[in-house]
């Protein structure tokens, strides 16, 4: 008989579930997957559930740390994936095609340059970005 569909699967010394932060309903209650594994594995739920191996889909206990908001945020800085370390792409992108703009290219040009859909919200975002600051 194959797997159960939910069933972390066996990846070097990590648990992976499908999806990162996966969800699951432990006794009636929502919630993820990772956390969940800690809270049958030790009895009790902290603020936050930290992953030691920095894979959000893992859900071994042995890789699951109690932390809090403040040690979360220490280790995410500190691993380079803060928002304030690691500068946004569409802003990255935003400016790109503020220029591209400026040098005549049309905004149907400038989605296919960056690899965006014309129609999407990034355009028409840059559209009104540039309309508002001419």
């Not at 569909?5 to 932060?21: F, N, Q």
């Not at 800690?38 to 890789?63: A, K, M, T, W």
């Amino acid at each position: 008989m194959g797997r159960r569909r939910h069933e972390p699967v066996k990846v070097g010394d990590c648990l992976l579930t499908r999806r990162p932060y996966q969800r699951t309903v432990h006794e009636g209650v929502r919630m993820k997957a990772h956390r969940r594994a800690f809270l049958i594995h030790n009895g009790y739920l902290p603020e936050v559930v930290q992953h030691s191996c920095d894979n959000p889909r893992c859900v071994n206990p042995e890789h699951l740390i109690a932390g809090d908001f403040a040690s979360n945020n220490q280790d995410r800085a500190k691993k380079g994936r803060s928002a304030k370390v690691v500068p946004s792409r569409r802003k990255f992108c935003r400016d790109k095609a503020v220029r591209l703009y400026r040098y005549g290219f049309s905004f149907k040009a400038i989605a296919e340059l960056l690899g965006v859909s014309y129609g999407g919200s990034f355009v028409r975002d840059v559209r009104r970005g540039i309309v508002s600051s001419d």
